[in-house]
């Protein structure tokens, strides 16, 4: 390189910046020496900011636009360069490319499972993943909180950070909620709103946005996963027994289908097995195989019938059925005043008096007044 191209590395008279990736955040202007000329051209484009940097400290910020950098486009610089050189001196200075862009699709997800106490499976683990949208909105505050000196500051650098803290809250987030497992499906859009909300301050105090951020899948374990499977398998299949011999009959299809109709010993194992099922069935009491348009269940039994001890001759006699009891009172031998006493009676008390007997003397005169 000749002197001529040295001394216009030394001197840029443009400074910009193209992107030409697609996770960059932050880039530091290179340039021999720090030293920019007095009136070069700075160029932020939409989408970018721009930062100086001076022996340290932040200098000035510039948003998208066109600068011809003189002193009195750059105050705060001027101040404290004191151009002691003259007004077209070169200075030395840091430019900080930002880029203010949403950076989308961004992953998060918990890498150990979230102990919870669920109020139908008791305690459990759940994962959670999702996505989210981040941009720089205060580029000085992000410079001095995070980028630092880093001279080429991408997504990869700060993504694990902010995953940890998006983790953190969430899981602190989906234990207050108390939300059942097998009903997190239909709050997934609230979940992620109120952890936006949460967590938006904390990016804010680096200098970051949080546009948007989304609860794509909350799962169970694999091995409580399989045991939910085979319970909702067996609210499908419905009928046990009736599933059994459908399986039965299934198999027994499939075995004459094959060469030779399977052997003779699997055959007539796979017969009998089928007629002891249908026996079994034809068998079966009628309240086991209801119709659909059939009561649920058999009515319970009739209650036995009261039975009464009867007083006979300062005796106790009985306990007698209804029918003996009538048999009695037809033929004098219990009367209204015939002390009776059956399960349920505090005491003995007349038989006329009795509620359930008073039937038995409705067709009987009542007793003659005393002479």
Known sequence: MGLWDKLLGEFVDVIQW?????????????????????GAKLTVREGQAAVFVNEGQIADAFQPGMYELKTHNLPVLSTLQAWPHGLESPF?????????????????????????RDPEFGPIRLRAFGSYVVRIKDAPAFLRE????????????????????????????LGQSKIPALDLAGNYDQLGQFL?????????????????LLVENISLPKEVEA??????????????????????AE??????????????????????AMAQRLNETLNRPVQATQTPSAPAGAPPPLPDAARYFVA?????????????????????QL?????????????????????????????????????
């Open 227 to 248: 045991a939910l499977d085979k319970r909702s398998s067996m609210g499908i299949v419905g009928n046990l027994d009736h599933y059994t011999q459908f399986q039965a």
């Open 92 to 116: 030395k200075a840091e430019v900080y490319f930002f880029n203010t862009r949403r950076f989308t699709d961004l992953k998060w997800g918990t890498q150990n499972p979230v102990m919870l």
């Open 18 to 38: 193209t992107d030409d990736s697609n996770d960059t955040l932050v880039y530091r202007f290179e340039r021999y020496g720090n030293e920019i000329k007095y």
């Open 251 to 272: 198999a027994l299809r499939d075995a004459a289908g094959q060469p030779g109709g399977g052997s003779e010993a699997l055959n007539m194992g796979l017969g009998l």
């Open 312 to 332: 006979a001759d300062n005796q106790q006699t009985g306990p007698f059925e209804m029918e003996e009891l009538q048999r009695q009172a037809q033929n004098g």
């Open 146 to 173: 995070i980028v630092g000196t880093d001279g080429r500051f991408t997504t990869e650098e700060i993504t694990g950070q902010l995953r940890n803290l998006i983790v953190s809250r969430f899981a602190n987030l």
């Open 335 to 371: 009367t209204r005043t015939t002390l009776v006493w059956t399960q349920g009676m505090a005491n003995w008390t007349p038989a006329g008096d009795a509620p359930a007997l008073q039937a038995l003397f409705a067709s009987l005169p009542p007793p003659l007044p005393n002479a």
């Open 196 to 212: 936006q909300q949460r967590i938006a301050p904390e990016f804010e105090a680096v200098g970051l946005e949080l546009p948007a």
